[in-house]
């Protein structure tokens, strides 16, 4: 009986512990700010998070994630999220928005629509960067530059393999481009069951040679040795790799797509509100325009995309030569179509 | 304490009842929610429920009726709660790709409308006038659905409701997730059983440094071993370097991003799960029956073969076991040194659960990972009549 009734106390005690941490941390979490890691995640801490923290003098908390509407889902579902504020890609935006898994941003705060550029402004969501994923090559490596899709797609001229990033999502589009479709076109035609077809008809072509990869530092590596003559990349960490390591990687601008993160606000956020001040910290031009300096992506708020200096213009996705041939993602296509082309995708891979 | 055997009952039930909630709440309940999600359905009759009732009685062929139609305006007019809402424009886009720009759109479309207006569907997107959304529709209405099930296994039901083949490749990557298990499997047991022998026939700082070699790792980033990988294994790396400049080889051998590299990879990863089961075993064998083997007679190979090997024989088989479960769940290294080729059901799974949040198609694809593991794992035990395997 002693046993009993001291393992139901030890038990009890525990029980109560347990419920008084667990509340504990429910209302006390400082403000969690969650982005994508790395060099970029570093950049943001010294220029965001810090003089924020410094600001409300209260801690910010940064964690890092790698995408996918399926962790915001299952956090928004379990009731308080342990997230408030988060970086998200053009669709998790759109899906998280359409299911209510974000709280509504309140533009008055941030200056109003206007101040941004008008892909970057949503209901849920305020644009954080303008990045691209565009075809990259070592120029000390290879001396007749490539200029197009169809070059990535020429094993003669260019023999070697190429890497690419291992899902539907751009390889569709970068292989009609390379087909003759028009990148303006690429939308249109990858709408139709014809246009799916002829873009795997063209991967078809390429498939031997591809080494597919899936974290965004491994194409830099697999350039770096010499793995592949040509891959996707994504612009912020060509500039990176070039600044820190001094490699001479290049990439071809026409062609290429670009895509905005945005940040958004957990829906019932207990720190809904400093989530808010935060992202109207971020969206700041004086705040923002340091971001560039760090990692080149591009500036959605009009204003700082100004003060940014000539020199570091001319590797952003938003200035306008770079802009010429170039495509917006198109987040509604994929929202659409994903799991049925990752399906097909899978299957043509297993092929 | 008294002695009554009631109260010492009840003290030893309190004893385990904390492991006992352990595996309801870790084990018996996930496993419960991976079989429930899998094959209920229900969520587009939870915001549909006029559409629910009405498309019941409709044949599926060419356009619902009128009342139909009407229904399905009603309950898009009527508010909904925005994430059950979201929850059955998943469902529903699953099935068909832009269901969720359909819904999205005939949403603010018939919301805008005064409510006695009405509402010509085709005319608000020309896509409800194909058959096929329809289809969907009434698909999605009951509440127990095999359609992730089938999925899971390159299946569908096609608008008739027979079973046909679908575009897809689980079969196949499934297939290759268990040849991966079991050739990393047996790789482990080539290398692990001598290693764990070598280890406890030695002793003092040799023993500890081929102990140490082996735990490393497992203290080690599973990340970061896999990229170390890389840096041996690449074209341009120290294996090929090395090769090249022995002579072996003029051209470097392409080791990676094929089923080469990951096979090696997993097997070093793994490697540890291996030995330390067969090393335990090992220990516990006492140290004179080789002795006493040939004091006998035997020869060293016929007392290793008939004396050792038995007896070493349970470490080998749980290590192997271990080793293939685990193996089975990989997908970090397959997608960083492996190709297309070489991608494991895990990643599938991955993608369901966290890309798209298609939660039904993740529990289906791990509901079949388990039972083909389980008959597996089965028919291991009747072939070995192991003694400590369970249900065998």
């Given at each position: 009986m002693k046993v009993t009734s001291t393992l139901l106390r030890i038990g009890g005690a525990g029980l109560a512990l347990g419920l008084m941490v667990a509340g504990g941390t429910a209302s006390a979490r400082d403000l969690t700010v969650v982005s994508w890691g790395g060099n970029y995640?570093?950049?943001?801490?010294?220029?965001?998070?810090?003089?924020?923290?410094?600001?409300?003098?209260?801690?910010?908390?940064?964690?890092?994630?790698?995408?996918?509407?399926?962790?915001?889902?299952?956090?928004?579902?379990?009731?308080?999220?342990?997230?408030?504020?988060?970086?998200?890609?053009?669709?998790?935006?759109?899906?998280?928005?359409?299911?209510?898994?974000?709280?509504?941003?309140?533009?008055?705060?941030?200056?109003?629509?206007?101040?941004?550029?008008?892909?970057?402004?949503?209901?849920?969501?305020?644009?954080?960067?303008?990045?691209?994923?565009?075809?990259?090559?070592?120029?000390d490596r290879l001396k007749t530059p490539p200029t197009s899709w169809a070059d990535f797609w020429d094993t003669t001229k260019f023999p070697g393999k190429r890497g690419f990033r291992r899902g539907p999502k751009y390889s569709l589009e970068f292989a009609l481009m390379a087909d003759g479709v028009k990148p303006e076109e690429v939308?249109?035609?990858?709408?139709?069951?014809?246009?799916?077809?002829?873009?795997?008809?063209?991967?078809?072509?390429?498939?031997?040679?591809i080494v597919w990869w899936e974290a965004g530092a491994q194409p830099l590596s697999l350039l770096a040795s010499g793995e592949v003559v040509m891959s996707t990349a994504y612009n912020g960490r060509l500039a990176g790799i070039n600044k820190t390591e001094?490699?001479?990687?290049?990439?071809?601008?026409?062609?290429?797509?670009?895509?905005?993160?945005?940040?958004?606000?957990?829906?019932?956020?207990?720190?809904?509100?400093?989530?808010?001040n935060f992202i109207a910290f971020a969206s700041e031009p004086v705040n923002q325009s340091k971001l560039p300096d760090y990692i080149a992506y591009g500036l959605p708020n009009k204003e700082a995309a100004a003060m940014v200096p000539a020199a570091l213009q001319k590797n952003l996705p938003t200035t306008q030569a770079n802009l010429t041939g170039a495509i917006a993602l198109d987040g509604a296509f994929w929202v659409d179509n994903v799991e049925e082309l990752t399906k097909r995708f899978n299957a043509w891979l297993a092929k | 304490m008294s002695g009554s055997p009631a109260r010492a009952r009840v003290s030893a039930l309190l004893l385990v009842a904390p492991l006992f909630l352990f595996l309801a709440a870790f084990f018996v309940w996930p496993l419960v929610m991976m079989i429930t999600v899998s094959v209920t359905d229900g969520t587009v009759r939870q915001v549909m429920p006029e559409t629910a009732s009405a498309i019941g009685a409709w044949d599926g062929s060419g356009l619902p009726p009128k009342e139909v139609q009407d229904a399905l305006i009603a309950d898009l007019r009527a508010p909904s709660e925005q994430m059950a809402f979201g929850d059955a424009v998943r469902r529903l886009n699953s099935e068909v790709s832009g269901f969720r720009t359909l819904l999205s759109r005939t949403t603010s479309a018939v919301r805008d409308l005064p409510p006695d207006q009405t509402v010509d569907l085709a005319g608000i997107d020309p896509r409800w006038g194909?058959?096929?959304?329809?289809?969907?529709?009434?698909?999605?209405?009951?509440?127990?659905?095999?359609?992730?099930?089938?999925?899971?296994?390159?299946?569908?039901?096609?608008?008739?409701?027979?079973?046909?083949?679908?575009?897809?490749?689980?079969?196949?990557?499934?297939?290759?997730?268990?040849?991966?298990?079991?050739?990393?499997?047996?790789?482990?047991?080539?290398?692990?059983?001598?290693?764990?022998?070598?280890?406890?026939?030695?002793?003092?700082?040799?023993?500890?440094?081929?102990?140490?070699?082996?735990?490393?790792?497992?203290?080690?980033s599973l990340l970061v071993r896999t990229a170390s990988w890389v840096i041996l294994l690449q074209n341009e790396g120290l294996i090929n370097k090395a090769l090249i400049a022995v002579g072996i080889v003029d051209q470097p051998l392409q080791l990676?991003?094929?089923?080469?590299?990951?096979?090696?990879?997993?097997?070093?990863?793994?490697?540890?799960?291996?030995?330390?089961?067969i090393y335990s075993v090992l220990l516990g064998i006492p140290r004179n029956l080789m002795p006493a083997a040939s004091s006998l007679g035997a020869s060293r190979l016929r007392a290793f073969w008939h004396v050792l090997l038995p007896m070493a024989l349970p470490g080998v088989a749980s290590g192997s076991l271990l080793v293939f479960m685990v193996a089975l769940g990989y997908y970090i290294t397959p997608a960083l040194v492996g190709g297309a080729e070489d991608q494991m059901i895990s990643s599938v799974i991955a993608f369901?659960?966290?890309?798209?949040?298609?939660?039904?198609?993740?529990?289906?694809?791990?509901?079949?990972?388990?039972?083909?593991?389980?008959?597996?794992?089965?028919?291991?035990?009747?072939?070995?009549?192991?003694?400590?395997?369970?249900?065998?």
């Open positions: 995640q570093d950049a943001q801490k010294k220029i965001y998070f810090e003089p924020f923290s410094k600001k409300i003098g209260k801690p910010v908390l940064d964690e890092s994630w790698d995408g996918g509407i399926g962790v915001i889902a299952a956090k928004v579902k379990a009731g308080v999220p342990n997230w408030d504020v988060v970086q998200v890609e053009t669709e998790e935006l759109e899906l998280g928005c359409a299911d209510g898994f974000y709280e509504k941003i309140d533009w008055a705060a941030l200056g109003g629509k206007d101040k941004f550029l008008p892909a970057a402004v949503s209901d849920c969501g305020v644009g954080a960067i303008v990045w691209s994923t565009m075809l990259s090559y070592d120029a939308y249109k035609v990858l709408g139709t069951p014809e246009g799916v077809d002829r873009a795997f008809k063209k991967l078809d072509e390429l498939k031997p040679n001094g490699k001479n990687f290049q990439g071809v601008w026409p062609g290429s797509i670009y895509a905005i993160d945005s940040w958004v606000i957990l829906k019932d956020s207990p720190n809904a509100k400093e989530a808010m | 194909e058959g096929r959304y329809w289809q969907a529709l009434q698909r999605a209405m009951p509440n127990y659905t095999d359609r992730n099930l089938l999925a899971a296994v390159d299946l569908k039901r096609d608008t008739e409701g027979s079973i046909t083949a679908d575009v897809s490749a689980n079969r196949v990557i499934m297939v290759r997730t268990f040849t991966i298990a079991a050739l990393v499997t047996a790789l482990c047991a080539l290398i692990g059983l001598p290693y764990a022998m070598i280890a406890a026939a030695s002793t003092g700082w040799v023993r500890n440094v081929l102990l140490l070699a082996v735990l490393l790792p497992l203290w080690t990676i991003f094929n089923r080469t590299g990951v096979v090696i990879a997993m097997t070093h990863v793994l490697l540890p799960f291996m030995v330390l089961p369901f659960a966290t890309g798209t949040a298609n939660w039904g198609m993740a529990g289906a694809l791990g509901l079949i990972l388990l039972v083909t593991t389980t008959a597996l794992y089965l028919v291991y035990g009747r072939l070995s009549r192991s003694p400590n395997m369970v249900g065998a």
